[in-house]
């Protein structure tokens, strides 16, 4: 029998939830903000998760269509003591943005799709509710382009607002390092700016931590030349022996350090092998320099692997064609077709360039993925990301300009594993396969080493995630957290609080 207490306090939760929509819908009619309530027919479908492992009920979802009506939405959440989160694409790996638990008031961006370029400096004004290949669309139509990522569909908002690299990264840095000014709505529903001059504490914290301090409605950025030739590059070296997949990473390490130009962007790609000690190696990348560098730029790299790969493509053209075979299959117009779930789990590190990956650490993780595949119900994958060598903006930006915090990376680091058919049930020895993937790397390298996570590769299970997210800016964070959102309004798993 059920305790006549815990009844009580089931049924005072259920009167407050009803009550808080129902203060919501009168507040977010009376002002036409649209949203969508748990009652409504198609409540499921406006709030599910990208990543399915994750099952969360809003207690609404709202879809502004002004700055102004953001600003309804969270000061009426916030009248309530509601969780509010904002959704841009919807791909936060642990479901943030449907506020990564129950009852949460979700602020969908889609709406806001603006998109300004101002030839007179070079800028674009971005509305977040856009995404990556929208963006990559629009400024090339201009002639322009920003550093990002690869997935047409993630959201720019929250790509923005955690880091955004891309293969263009090392030559214009991360996306939030384009960010000139935003403008911002606070937690009691406050609309501002942003900028150098302007709130810059703020400003400071958006460009490393934003989802914790507001929901930013806009962007203004810094746009590059849309360069005139790109070349994309793709090896693949198929069922590599262990002592081969090791040599790759320590020489990518040493070629790293060579006077690479900075238009020169790649990574490494380890998948599952056809048996026991043996794993699939690829290195796949886009230069945008000038097309006849291309091989010599490239070639102290291959001498030091197997002479005949297994796969090689080489797809030479325009700046936008390469976002396109970069983004593939995806479309980069994100409205021609709807965005794919997946059903996964996922863990980062970030490598400091002071301190490259011992030989130790390299035979230990390699080893690991080519026997350990073999165990795990999953579907997975390993890419090795170049953010610094010679010449990267990325880490020629100050420290503490922004609260992104770790300017020191050689690699990113994300191992991704997926259920085997990519639907739920996610199995449980998916996370035991990756923590054990990373710990093959940690426990061969210096009890002292200065790693550190990337946040849009966002881990819920994640040990000391403070430090390995914000690494020295957490204090600052905690401190301008108190100041900008003092009642907490934008909380969720792993954020600053």
Not at 237 to 252: R, Y
Not at 412 to 427: G, L
Request: hydrophobic share 40%; aromatic share 10%; proline share 6%.
């Amino acid at each position: 029998m059920i305790p006549r207490l815990l009844l009580n306090i089931a049924a005072t939760l259920l009167c407050a939830t009803a009550q808080n929509i129902a203060v919501l819908k009168q507040t977010l009619s009376a002002n036409g903000v649209p949203a969508v309530y748990p009652t409504d027919k198609n409540f499921k479908n406006v709030s599910k998760a990208f990543n399915e492992r994750f099952t969360f009920v809003p207690i609404a979802v709202v879809f502004p269509t002004s700055v102004a009506q953001v600003s309804t939405a969270v000061a009426a959440g916030a009248a309530q003591n509601l969780e509010v989160v904002a959704r841009s694409g919807g791909h936060s790996y642990i479901a943030n943005g449907l506020g990564g638990r129950n009852g949460a008031l979700v602020v969908d961006m889609s709406k806001l799709k603006a998109i300004t370029v101002r030839p007179s400096n070079n800028t674009a004004l971005i509305e977040t509710g856009n995404r990556l290949g929208d963006v990559a669309l629009a400024l090339n139509a201009k002639g322009r382009a920003i550093p990002h990522g690869t997935c047409s569909y993630v959201g720019i908002g929250g790509h923005s607002g955690y880091g955004g690299f891309g293969f263009t990264s090392r030559a214009w840095g991360l996306t939030l390092d384009t960010v000139k000014s935003a403008t911002v709505v606070l937690g009691n529903g406050t609309i501002v700016s942003a900028s150098p001059n302007v709130n810059p504490d703020l400003f400071f914290a958006i460009r490393g931590a934003s989802p914790s301090f507001g929901i930013v409605t806009s962007i203004e950025v810094q746009t590059f030349p849309a360069p005139p030739s790109a070349i994309v590059f793709e090896y693949t070296w198929n069922n590599v022996d262990i002592t081969t997949a090791s040599n790759g990473i320590a020489s990518f390490q040493t070629f790293a350090a060579t006077d690479i130009p900075p238009e020169f962007g790649a990574e490494l790609v380890f998948t599952k092998g056809d048996k026991k000690g043996k794993v699939n190696f690829g290195l796949t990348g886009a230069y945008y320099g000038d097309a006849k560098l291309f091989n010599s730029t490239l070639a102290p790299y291959l001498k030091t692997l197997p002479k005949n790969p297994s796969n090689t493509t080489i797809t030479p053209g325009s700046y936008i064609n390469s976002v396109g075979v970069l983004a593939a299959p995806k479309s980069l117009n994100t409205s021609s077709a709807p965005d794919s779930p997946d059903t996964f789990y996922t863990k980062s590190v970030m490598t400091p360039s002071g301190a490259p990956m011992s030989k130790a650490a390299i035979t230990a993780f390699v080893t690991y993925m080519a026997n350990q595949s073999f165990s795990s119900d999953t579907a997975w994958f390993v890419e090795v990301e170049l953010y610094g060598g010679t010449n990267s903006a990325i880490n020629a930006v100050p420290l503490d300009s922004a609260a992104f915090a770790k300017r020191d990376t050689l690699f990113t680091i994300q191992f991704y594993a997926s259920s085997s058919d990519h639907v739920p049930p996610y199995p449980k020895d998916g996370f035991s396969f990756l923590d054990g993937m990373v710990a093959s790397i940690l426990d061969n390298s210096p009890s002292n080493w200065n790693y550190g996570a990337y946040l849009n590769y966002i881990d819920d299970r994640l040990v000391n995630a403070a430090n390995l997210y914000y690494g020295s800016h957490f204090k600052r964070l905690e401190s301008l957290k108190v100041a900008l959102d003092p009642k907490n309004t934008f909380r969720f798993p792993i954020g600053v609080a």
